[in-house]
Structures are given as structure tokens and as C-alpha cells.
């Protein structure tokens, strides 16, 4: 009985690595089709698509949704999109991938602080991973003069956007199946990003020809199939674990724009990032050992309720 939960949770982990990957890859795929398309329009395509796709698994189920589950999943999935155009603008701004990439993963520490203001109370151990990143950020913001550039300036308002998007996302949608809940905030979100391309963008010129494989692969690898690993992962791995291996996406973009892109970074940018990775490591193991904590003492109440 133990093999097979440590297989299973193996098997969890493994996924969850290939998650990180697909995710990885989705930013380099998109660095590839905005050189064609302007960002708003891609993902308009990108995210409606993939909603449309994603429903497809369950057609009934969705088209069965009551209209207060949809309407709170068509709100929350607003936040996604405005979250989304802000990552997308970024990208077409920046450079490279990496200290985008370090930047937006800052979420993770974000979630719990804007989670405040839902009456969620922060663990000890995620401010010491906020305080060990905030140098971090300043070793980046350095290696362009005292100053954070741009394109670092909206990935880090994507990142609390992204943070929000998850506390409200919890507290609102909770009671709505995945596969419900994920069609709809994915054609909110593309909506949201259409709206904005009509705004910004309707006058550019849009070219799919030569980067039509690029968006495929980021429809359905980079958002529809890591969407479905991702449920799976989350079905079968341990409380908590999860979060450790999720925090190798940045990596992987890192290393995918060094390879492929060229990147090159400063001992002062690659320095910034190694903190805020480490303050991630921090923020996942004190997240994993919380999670453990109240799963004992959880088990400790029901003995002695069952004891008296």
C-alpha cells in the first residue's frame, strides 16, 4: 500500500516537471508569435481557443453550469485576462525571457500578502521569502542603472494581478468543477484581450503564415495540455509537495531563452535571480511543512474526539 503512494506521488511529481516544462515552453512560443502578431490578438486566439477546447471535454457539464457559477467564473477569468494583457505587453517589451520569467514567479510570495485582504493570514515563512527576494529584485532592477525597465515594471504588476487572480479565484469559484471553471475564465480572458486589441491594436497588421505552428503549439501544449497534466498532478500528489516542483518554471524559461534565444545575463541579473529562486524554495518548503503541521494536529483532534 506504501509502493503504490509512493508511486503515485512519484508519478505526481514527474508530471508536474513536465507541467513546468510546458509552461516554460509557452513563453518562448509566445516570444515567437508576437514577432507576427501583435500580443493582444495572440492571445485572444491563444486563450479562447484553448477554452473552447477545454470544454470540449465536458460539453454537458459546462452548458449545464448554473448562471451564478458562470457569471462568477466569467468575472474572475476578467481578472485573469487584464493579468494576461499586462504579461503580454511585457513580453513584447522585453529583451529576453529570464528575469521575466523571475519576475512573474513572485506571484507565488504575492499570493499569501494579497491574500490579506480576504482575511487569509500570512505564514511566518513567507515573509522571510519576501524579505530574502526583495534583494533579489533589487539586484535586477540594478543591472539597468537604479532603474527597473518597462518591461520588468508590468511582469511585476502582471505577478500581484496574478496573485489577486488566485485568492479570488478561491474564494468565488471554489465550488465550480475544473473543466467548468477553466473554459469559461479562459473565454473571459481571451475576450478581455480582444477587447484590448480593438483599443490598441486593431490598426496593426496581423500575420499568421509564418507562425502558425508556433501558435498551435501554444494552444494546445502550452495551455490545453498542460492544463490537463496539471489536474492530474494535482489529483495524486501530496498536499503541499507540489509547489517545490513548480517553482522550476523560471528555470526552464531561463535556461529555453539561453538556448534558444541567445540570452545573455549579467552576474548581477543571474545573481537577483538565484535569490528570488531561493526565496521561492523557502516559501514551498514552509508551505509543505504548514500543510503537514495542520494535517497532524487535524488527525490528533479526530483521535481524541473519537477517544472521549
Same mark, same amino acid.
Given at each position: %500500500?506504501?509502493?503504490?503512494?509512493?508511486?503515485?506521488?512519484?508519478? =505526481?511529481? /514527474?508530471?508536474?516537471?513536465? +507541467?513546468t516544462?510546458?509552461?516554460?515552453?509557452?513563453?518562448?512560443?509566445?516570444? &515567437? +508569435?508576437?514577432?507576427a %502578431?501583435? *500580443?493582444?490578438?495572440?492571445?485572444?486566439i491563444? &486563450?479562447?481557443?484553448?477554452g473552447? %477546447?477545454?470544454?470540449?471535454?465536458?460539453?454537458r457539464?459546462?452548458?449545464?453550469?448554473?448562471?451564478?457559477k458562470?457569471?462568477? =467564473?466569467?468575472l474572475?477569468?476578467? @481578472?485573469?485576462?487584464?493579468q494576461?494583457a499586462?504579461?503580454?505587453?511585457? /513580453? %513584447?517589451?522585453?529583451?529576453? @525571457?529570464? +528575469?521575466?520569467?523571475?519576475?512573474?514567479?513572485?506571484?507565488?510570495l504575492?499570493? *499569501?500578502v494579497? $491574500?490579506?485582504m &480576504?482575511?487569509?493570514?500570512?505564514?511566518?515563512?513567507t515573509?522571510?521569502?519576501?524579505?530574502?527576494?526583495?534583494p533579489?529584485?533589487?539586484?535586477?532592477?540594478?543591472?539597468?542603472?537604479?532603474?527597473? =525597465?518597462?518591461?520588468?515594471?508590468?511582469?511585476?504588476?502582471?505577478?500581484?494581478?496574478?496573485?489577486?487572480?488566485?485568492?479570488?479565484n478561491g474564494?468565488y469559484?471554489?465550488?465550480?468543477?475544473?473543466?467548468t471553471?477553466?473554459?469559461?475564465?479562459?473565454?473571459?480572458?481571451?475576450?478581455?484581450?480582444?477587447?484590448?486589441?480593438l483599443f490598441w491594436?486593431?490598426?496593426?497588421?496581423q500575420?499568421?503564415?509564418?507562425?502558425?505552428?508556433?501558435l498551435?503549439?501554444?494552444? +494546445?501544449?502550452?495551455?490545453c495540455?498542460?492544463?490537463?497534466? /496539471? @489536474?492530474?498532478a494535482q489529483?495524486?500528489?501530496?498536499?503541499?509537495? $507540489?509547489?517545490?516542483?513548480?517553482?522550476?518554471?523560471p528555470?526552464?524559461?531561463?535556461?529555453?531563452?539561453?538556448?534558444w @534565444?541567445?540570452e545573455?545575463?549579467?552576474?548581477m541579473?543571474l545573481?537577483?535571480?538565484?535569490l528570488?529562486?531561493?526565496?521561492?524554495?523557502?516559501?514551498?518548503?514552509?508551505?509543505?511543512?504548514? $500543510?503537514?503541521?495542520?494535517k497532524?494536529?487535524?488527525?490528533?483532534?479526530?483521535v481524541?474526539?473519537?477517544?472521549?
Open positions: %500500500m506504501q509502493n503504490n503512494a509512493q508511486s503515485s506521488g512519484l508519478y =505526481a511529481h /514527474l508530471l508536474l516537471v513536465v +507541467v516544462l510546458l509552461a516554460a515552453s509557452g513563453w518562448l512560443f509566445s516570444k &515567437f +508569435v508576437i514577432t %502578431m501583435t *500580443p493582444m490578438f495572440f492571445l485572444a491563444r &486563450f479562447v481557443s484553448s473552447i %477546447m477545454v470544454g470540449g471535454m465536458k460539453p457539464q459546462v452548458l449545464s453550469t448554473s448562471p451564478s458562470r457569471t462568477r =467564473a466569467l474572475t477569468g476578467c @481578472l485573469l485576462g487584464a494576461t499586462l504579461w503580454g505587453f511585457a /513580453l %513584447m517589451l522585453s529583451e529576453g @525571457l529570464g +528575469v521575466g520569467a523571475f519576475l512573474i514567479s513572485l506571484s507565488f504575492l499570493i *499569501p494579497t $491574500g490579506l &480576504f482575511g487569509y493570514r500570512a505564514q511566518p515563512h515573509w522571510l521569502a519576501v524579505a530574502i527576494a526583495m533579489g529584485l533589487g539586484l535586477l532592477a540594478l543591472r539597468h542603472g537604479f532603474a527597473l =525597465a518597462p518591461s520588468d515594471i508590468l511582469f511585476l504588476l502582471s505577478a500581484v494581478l496574478y496573485a489577486l487572480y488566485f485568492n479570488v474564494k469559484c471554489a465550488d465550480i468543477p475544473p473543466v471553471q477553466t473554459c469559461f475564465q479562459l473565454i473571459a480572458a481571451g475576450t478581455v484581450c480582444f477587447i484590448a486589441f491594436e486593431r490598426d496593426a497588421t500575420s499568421v503564415d509564418g507562425v502558425w505552428h508556433w498551435a503549439l501554444s494552444i +494546445v501544449l502550452a495551455t495540455l498542460r492544463f490537463l497534466f /496539471l @489536474l492530474k489529483s495524486m500528489s501530496p498536499e503541499g509537495q $507540489g509547489a517545490i516542483v513548480m517553482t522550476l518554471e528555470v526552464w524559461v531561463a535556461i529555453l531563452s539561453a538556448w @534565444l541567445h545573455s545575463l549579467s552576474v541579473a545573481s537577483g535571480m538565484g528570488i529562486f531561493f526565496a521561492l524554495i523557502v516559501n514551498a518548503i514552509g508551505s509543505l511543512r504548514a $500543510g503537514r503541521k495542520q497532524l494536529a487535524s488527525a490528533g483532534q479526530s481524541a474526539v473519537s477517544g472521549n
